[in-house]
Nanobody, 117 residues
Framework: VQLQASGGGLVQAGGSLRLSCAPS????????MSWYRQAPGKERELVAS???????SYADSAKGRFTISRDNDVNLMYLQMDSLKPEDTAAYYC????????????WGQGTQVTVSS
């Protein structure tokens, strides 16, 4: 199983980006899909998650600014990031857990988000 993350880039503070995660298996295979991020010198942290039933949760730092979603028709997960701040600068990783595929966690490669002040 592969997870392909894309959509990162350089944006000014206050701007927006939308990250996409494309799994190699149908999104219905995953019980929960998430976005994590890791800034230089810091630990990887959970940003947002979405379950198979559509329940979402967010880190306090993301609440009110980021929106996680999944589009079953095109088999993609998204992270819409608005009102970006320099402290959002990090490599963003998509993550997925599947009971169907043997209680396995899967990670995608990172996509870099850089927010300039």
């Amino acid at each position: 199983v592969q997870l392909q993350a894309s959509g990162g880039g350089l944006v000014q503070a206050g701007g927006s980006l939308r990250l996409s995660c494309a799994p190699s298996r149908n999104v219905f295979s995953f019980n929960v899909m998430s976005w994590y991020r890791q800034a230089p010198g810091k630990e990887r942290e959970l940003v947002a998650s979405i379950t198979g039933t559509g329940t979402t949760s967010y880190a306090d730092s993301a609440k009110g600014r980021f929106t996680i979603s999944r589009d079953n028709d095109v088999n993609l997960m998204y992270l819409q990031m608005d009102s970006l701040k320099p402290e959002d600068t990090a490599a963003y990783y998509c993550n997925a857990f599947s009971r169907l595929l043997g209680n396995q966690w899967y990670w995608g490669q990172g996509t870099q988000v850089t927010v300039s002040s």
